[in-house]
């Protein structure tokens, strides 16, 4: 049985004071930014940034975002966020996340996403992987 290989990536988050609301804890709504920091910190890691996605003609776009709120996050704070690649068959990406306080060590959010890939000329979704998603899986031994 072949042990699964797990791609992952992190980055470290010092809490702005523009990030927070009038209860002085992060709004709610810069939680999907932090989320995009990583997804963005994943693909400069392992070469599936979104310029190499639209230099091979598609798009990426979510589908599909979940929080899950465990502690809020306060200005000050440092935290950290870490992405975990979730691989399938499927024509799609798909990461796992969690932010943890570096102070505490404890675990504040945790989330999932879901892209697809959509043609860049036509706007369609595509059902079967593209060929330099194919290529990149095969690249990281991430072939399910």
């Given at each position: 049985m072949q042990e699964e290989k797990i791609l992952s990536?992190?980055?470290?988050?010092?809490?702005?004071?523009?990030?927070?609301?009038?209860?002085?804890?992060?709004?709610?709504?810069?939680?999907a930014k932090y989320f995009e920091d990583a997804r963005e910190a994943f693909g400069m890691k392992y070469g599936l940034d979104y310029l190499t996605i639209y230099g091979n003609g598609y798009f990426a776009p979510l589908v599909e975002l979940t929080f899950k709120y465990k502690r809020p996050l306060r200005y000050g704070d440092r935290a950290e966020i870490r992405i975990y690649y979730r691989p399938t068959e499927a024509a799609k990406l798909v990461f796992d996340y969690e932010i943890i306080d570096l102070e505490s060590n404890e675990v504040m959010m945790t989330g999932h996403s879901v892209q697809v890939f959509m043609e860049k000329e036509t706007f369609q979704m595509v059902w079967g992987n593209p060929d330099f998603f194919e290529e990149w899986k095969k690249k990281w031994g991430i072939m399910p």
């Open positions: 990536a992190r980055k470290q988050l010092a809490i702005r004071f523009g990030e927070v609301d009038s209860m002085h804890v992060v709004w709610h709504g810069n939680y």
